[in-house]
Structure formats: C-alpha cells, structure tokens
C-alpha cells in the first residue's frame, strides 16, 4: 500500500522561511515530486528528486532521504504569492506502464504580511 | 507549453446521469490519467491510460470508467451519477520516459444533486 504523510496548514510570515515535510511508506519508490497549487487552480511542478540530498531551485529547495522515507520543501524569502497548497507525491513502478503518482493530503501554506 | 484543456470546468448532474468528463493534451503524451481531489484526501487516482486504447485502474476505480480512443484524448465515464462523486476532477498527462512529470488540466468542478 501507498502512504504519504505531509501537514495540513501551515502559517508563516512574509520574508521568513518554512519547511514542509513529507514522510512516505510506499510498495516501491521511483522518485519524489512537491507540487504547488494555488486555490482554484491546476497544480504545477516545483521539484523533483530521485536521489537522496538537497536540490535547489531559487527560492525553493527540496531535499531527500530515502532511506528514512523522508522529503521536504524549504521555501525562503516567502513571498505573498506563495500561499498556496503543496503537495508531496511519490512515483513507484506499475507492471508495464511506467510509472504512477501517488499523492499526499497536501499542505495548505498561508503567508501572512 | 504542454496544454491539457478539460472541456467542462464545471458541471451539475442529477444522481443517475450518465456523465462524461472530456480531457485533450497536445504534446504527443503518452500517459493520461484521471484524478479526484478531495478536501482532506488529496488527489487520488481513479484510472490512467498509457497507450490508446490501453487502460488501467488506479486506486478509486468503483463507479468509473475511462475510454483512449485517441492518444490525445481520454475521457472519463460515470455511468450512474452518485452524490458522493461530487468531487473536483482532475486530468494530466505525461511521457512515458524520463521523470513522468504530470502537466494538469484546471479540472472539472462535478455537483451531482
């Protein structure tokens, strides 16, 4: 079976940094992907890691352990028009199909002024 | 850009009806999937198709059929209407190869009374 954990809501100040974490137990691992959606809104790719360590992306890092079924999203300098949800989702192999996504709660991300 | 258009954003059924939910990509993906999202729940997978006319379950599939007459197109099907699949339905596609990321429609807002 598939289970991702990740917070709910979170609440940070403009300009500060939060941590989004996401602790997984999943029927095979082929990467992890953090997602960001805004209300109303399709979600869209932030990151993707496969191996374990940190990855940056600007403002925006994600980092991996696999052997401790762990992932977080660091989102410095937040900005306004970072509240948001983000979601965890993990990638594990499916017969001859490739791959599927399986996806966490999400975590609702207010920036406050 | 990778453009996955849904053709309804949002939709009101009697419990029932017979609904179709039609999603289009236009990059050439061969992976399409189908995904509810849920307040609390997240996205989950109902079907995904990895070739036309190829399809799979995924984790939700009761209720629900799927058909990838086309590779550009994959549509979901619910044959019988029923309040408690009032939910946000969402499409994305991806390639086989590679890191699978999922580009995503804007989804379809289903009311079923």
């Known amino acids: 079976g598939q289970n991702i954990d990740q917070p709910t809501e979170m609440t940070a100040t403009e300009g500060a940094i939060v941590q989004i974490n996401c602790t997984y137990q999943t029927s095979g691992f082929n990467g992890l992907f953090w997602y960001q959606q805004h209300a109303g809104e399709a979600p869209t790719f932030l990151s993707y890691?496969?191996?374990?360590g940190l990855e940056e992306k600007g403002r925006f890092s994600s980092f991996l352990s696999r052997s401790k079924g762990y992932s977080y999203l660091l989102l410095k300098e937040l900005q306004m028009k970072d509240s948001a949800s983000y979601l965890c989702?993990?990638?594990?192999?499916?017969?001859?199909?490739?791959?599927?996504?399986?996806f966490g709660g999400g975590t609702r991300v207010l920036v406050k002024p | 850009d990778v453009k996955v258009t849904q053709s309804s954003r949002y939709l009101v059924k009697r419990t029932g009806e017979k609904v179709f939910l039609e999603c289009v990509q236009d990059?050439?993906?061969?992976?399409m999937f189908w995904y509810r999202q849920d307040p609390g729940l997240g996205l989950r997978l109902i079907y995904f198709?990895?070739?036309?006319?190829?399809?799979e379950k995924g984790d939700i599939p009761e209720g629900y059929s799927v058909s990838r007459e086309k590779k550009e197109r994959f549509s979901l099907i619910l044959e019988s209407a029923s309040t408690n699949q009032t939910s946000m339905y969402l499409c994305?596609?991806?390639?086989?190869?590679?890191?699978?990321?999922?580009?995503f429609g804007a989804g379809s807002r289903l009311t079923v009374l």
């Open positions: 990059m050439d993906h061969e992976n």
């Open positions: 198709s990895y070739d036309v006319k190829m399809k």
């Open positions: 989702a993990v990638r594990s192999p499916i017969k001859a199909a490739g791959n599927k996504l399986t």
């Open positions: 890691n496969v191996l374990d």
């Open positions: 994305a596609s991806s390639l086989r190869s590679g890191a699978n990321v999922l580009t």
